[in-house]
């Protein structure tokens, strides 16, 4: 069975900080993808990265950054000098093989909070 | 731009009384999820259509239905809405991949209030 776990259910910063969201998962696949999205108070799932299990390397795009370890099951997703906009819900998602398109199971999400 | 598009954003409707939300989408993806959120929860996949095969959540109730009439549209029926069925419904769309890689791409979402 597939399992996405975020520990952190809510967060709160004072926007420039940097801030972290853990993400750790189970699965028994050899080939798998990971996800993250973010959910703005509007409500639409907006897609920030995909990473497959094959690819270790760290991503960095401007000020999001992504850690991901095998051998730790971890995805974890950082924010740097984070800012008002970045005031969300992030879910985490691991990808299931299907016969037809693909199932994700998602974590339970973080709220992060940036004040000013 | 190519993008999912689901109307209306927010839709009322009374207890027992059927309701259809509606999706499109101009990226031409084969693959059309329909999605349940609850408040503070993760999406809850409720069934998908790979073409016009249709595939069904095992623990989706009969309530829900779903139609496909093209490529582009994708339509969620309740045919009994109960007061549980407010929520957020959520319609995402992929490509055809393999080994579970096609990134799914969400459109805003309608948000239903049962009275």
């Known amino acids: 069975a597939q399992k996405v776990t975020q520990a952190q259910t809510e967060i709160s910063v004072v926007e420039k900080e940097d801030v972290t969201l853990d993400c750790v998962y189970e699965?028994?696949?050899?080939?798998?993808?990971l996800f993250w999205y973010k959910q703005p108070p509007s409500g639409e799932l907006v897609f920030l990265i995909r990473?497959?299990?094959?690819?270790?390397q760290n991503e960095i795009s401007g000020r999001y950054s992504w850690n991901f370890q095998k051998s730790t099951s971890s995805f974890n997703f950082t924010i740097t000098a984070s800012q008002v906009v970045d005031s969300a819900v992030y879910f985490c998602?691991?990808?299931?093989?299907?016969?037809?398109?693909?199932?994700?199971?998602f974590g339970t999400g973080t709220q992060l909070k940036v004040e000013l | 731009d190519a993008m999912v598009i689901q109307n209306p954003r927010y839709q009322v409707t009374q207890f027992g009384k059927p309701v259809t939300l509606s999706c499109s989408q101009t990226?031409?993806?084969?693959?059309m999820y329909w999605y349940q959120q609850k408040s503070s929860q993760a999406p809850k996949l409720l069934f998908h259509?790979?073409?016009?095969?249709?595939?069904n959540e095992a623990d989706t109730p009969d309530n829900f239905q779903s139609r496909r009439p093209n490529t582009s549209f994708c339509f969620l029926d309740i045919r009994s809405p109960g007061l549980g069925d407010a929520a957020m419904y959520l319609c995402?769309?992929?490509?055809?991949?393999?080994?579970?890689?096609?990134?799914?791409?969400f459109g805003p979402g309608t948000r239903l209030l049962v009275l």
């Open positions: 995402a769309t992929s490509s055809r991949g393999i080994g579970g890689s096609q990134t799914q791409y």
């Open positions: 699965t028994r696949d050899t080939t798998y993808y």
């Open positions: 990473r497959n299990s094959f690819d270790e």
């Open positions: 998602a691991l990808s299931r093989i299907t016969g037809g398109g693909n199932k994700l199971t």
């Open positions: 990226l031409n993806h084969n693959v």
């Open positions: 259509y790979y073409d016009k095969d249709f595939n």
